[in-house]
């Protein structure tokens, strides 16, 4: 008959104790190399590289599989790909690819991940399910923040977007819109330049947040239109097709408030910031081991090496990766690290990175990966 186990995996804890959550009488699996957890470019070039060295690891896809480039309509820049290739279609390819070489893949979320102080193995809750793993690689990504407009749900990839260097090459010659106030709202209006006949740009504030300099490029470029003390109430339909969009509705704020007006635009850019997919990390036992930023972002050797002076003495030993975080065995790679440059392609190196990383950490801890059982 059909057998929950089988399904997810294994239930039961490591120590074979019941939790109220968990069921007793199964073993451990046998203990992994690595776990991957996140679907996005990096956690399934990650699997990719590791399936195909040998490694077998198991990948977490989360519920929502295949991350922000799943309400992507159309990607043009991502390589192998002339024609381009839609967001969901690029997912299946390379979810396919890492299936093909040996990645066993879970569609489930991670609750909980736990690093066992006697073995030094990793302890991963997801879905009442348990695993052991040597190795983690967390690639669950940032997720972009949205205004929550009224009709906004139905314009995403209809018109609405999140990031101008993927996206706005489609605009050549038309109206768009960007919603932000700081640095990278500033950056995206002045990348939209490059194909837009005109940019609104619309700063709930009196004022910007960015720097003196992108202000002044902002301030001073032809094709911009700065709207202040404005934010966008609604999204309009075409008049001539319901199903794209084609005008804002915005109202004034503070001293603006009561005011309203329509901008005829052609495509919405948000900017006002990315979310790091991070919070169960903060609610796991590993939480004050592994350095996050103020905003949750993963601190790894690339993206911050001043954390790492001593990294002999935090374990780690003669591995280097820049892939490494605080925690010795745990790796990062993606948008949940990189709050840059926020690119397929460059999630898809990184995760390379990582699982090549991985291997000079598991080549240091030698050939261990004998089943583990549960404790009696």
Same mark, same amino acid.
């Given at each position: 008959g059909f057998?929950l186990c089988?399904?997810?995996? /294994?239930?039961?804890?490591?120590?074979?104790?019941?939790?109220?959550?968990?069921l007793l009488g &199964?073993?451990?699996?046998?203990?992994?190399?690595?776990?991957?957890?996140?679907?996005?470019?990096?956690?399934?070039?990650?699997? !990719?590289?590791?399936a195909? $060295?040998g490694q077998?690891? !198991? !990948?977490?896809?989360?519920?929502?599989?295949g991350?922000q480039?799943?309400?992507t309509?159309?990607?043009?820049?991502f390589?192998?790909?002339?024609k381009?290739?839609?967001?969901?279609?690029?997912?299946a390819?390379?979810?396919?690819?890492?299936a093909? /070489? %040996? *990645?066993e893949?879970?569609?489930?979320?991670?609750?909980?991940?736990?690093?066992l102080?006697d073995?030094? $193995?990793?302890r991963?809750? +997801?879905f009442?399910g348990?695993?052991?793993?040597?190795?983690?690689?967390i690639?669950?990504?940032?997720?972009?923040?949205w205004?929550?407009?009224? $009709?906004?749900?139905?314009?995403v990839?209809?018109?609405?977007?999140?990031?101008?260097?993927?996206?706005?090459?489609?605009?050549?010659n038309r109206?768009?819109l960007?919603?932000?106030?700081?640095?990278?709202?500033c950056?995206?209006a002045?990348?939209?330049?490059h &194909?837009c006949?005109r940019?609104?740009?619309?700063v709930?504030?009196?004022? /910007?947040? +960015?720097?003196?300099?992108?202000?002044?490029?902002?301030?001073?470029?032809?094709?911009i239109?700065?709207?202040?003390?404005?934010?966008?109430?609604?999204?309009?339909?075409?008049?001539?097709d319901?199903?794209?969009?084609?005008a804002?509705?915005?109202? %004034?704020?503070?001293?603006?408030e009561?005011?309203?007006?329509?901008?005829?635009?052609?495509? %919405? &850019?948000?900017?006002?910031?990315?979310t790091?997919?991070t919070? /169960?990390?903060?609610?796991?036992?590993v939480?004050?081991?592994?350095?996050?930023?103020?905003?949750g972002?993963i601190? *790894?050797?690339?993206? $911050?090496?001043?954390?790492f002076?001593?990294?002999?003495?935090? %374990?780690?030993?003669?591995?280097?990766?820049?892939?490494?975080?605080? !925690?010795?065995?745990?790796?990062?790679?993606?948008?949940?690290?990189?709050?840059?440059y926020?690119?397929?392609i460059?999630? +898809?190196?990184?995760?390379?990175?990582?699982?090549?990383d991985?291997?000079?950490?598991?080549?240091?801890?030698?050939?261990?990966?004998?089943?583990?059982? +549960?404790?009696?």
């Amino acid at each position: 008959g059909f057998s929950l186990c089988g399904s997810l995996g /294994f239930w039961g804890s490591a120590e074979g104790v019941f939790t109220g959550k968990r069921l007793l009488g &199964f073993r451990m699996q046998s203990l992994r190399r690595c776990c991957v957890i996140g679907s996005g470019p990096a956690g399934y070039t990650a699997a !990719l590289y590791l399936a195909r $060295n040998g490694q077998m690891p !198991l !990948l977490f896809s989360g519920f929502g599989v295949g991350g922000q480039l799943m309400l992507t309509s159309e990607v043009e820049n991502f390589p192998g790909y002339p024609k381009g290739v839609t967001g969901p279609q690029l997912m299946a390819d390379l979810r396919e690819q890492c299936a093909r /070489f %040996g *990645t066993e893949i879970k569609d489930v979320d991670v609750d909980r991940l736990e690093k066992l102080k006697d073995s030094g $193995n990793f302890r991963i809750e +997801a879905f009442g399910g348990e695993y052991l793993s040597q190795s983690v690689i967390i690639a669950t990504g940032a997720e972009a923040r949205w205004l929550q407009a009224d $009709n906004e749900a139905a314009f995403v990839g209809r018109g609405l977007s999140t990031c101008a260097t993927c996206d706005g090459a489609f605009f050549k010659n038309r109206t768009v819109l960007v919603v932000g106030g700081g640095d990278s709202a500033c950056e995206e209006a002045l990348h939209l330049t490059h &194909f837009c006949d005109r940019v609104h740009l619309v700063v709930r504030k009196p004022h /910007f947040r +960015a720097s003196a300099i992108m202000q002044d490029r902002v301030r001073r470029h032809e094709k911009i239109t700065v709207h202040f003390r404005r934010q966008v109430q609604k999204w309009l339909a075409r008049e001539a097709d319901e199903g794209v969009l084609g005008a804002a509705l915005l109202e %004034g704020t503070g001293e603006d408030e009561g005011q309203q007006e329509t901008l005829e635009i052609d495509g %919405g &850019f948000m900017a006002i910031g990315h979310t790091p997919q991070t919070k /169960f990390l903060r609610t796991s036992p590993v939480a004050q081991q592994v350095s996050l930023d103020e905003e949750g972002y993963i601190h *790894t050797r690339m993206s $911050n090496p001043e954390v790492f002076t001593t990294g002999v003495a935090q %374990g780690w030993g003669p591995v280097s990766g820049l892939s490494r975080t605080t !925690l010795p065995g745990l790796f990062a790679a993606g948008d949940v690290v990189d709050r840059r440059y926020r690119q397929a392609i460059t999630a +898809a190196g990184m995760g390379c990175q990582s699982a090549l990383d991985v291997e000079e950490y598991l080549q240091m801890l030698g050939d261990d990966s004998s089943s583990v059982e +549960a404790t009696p």
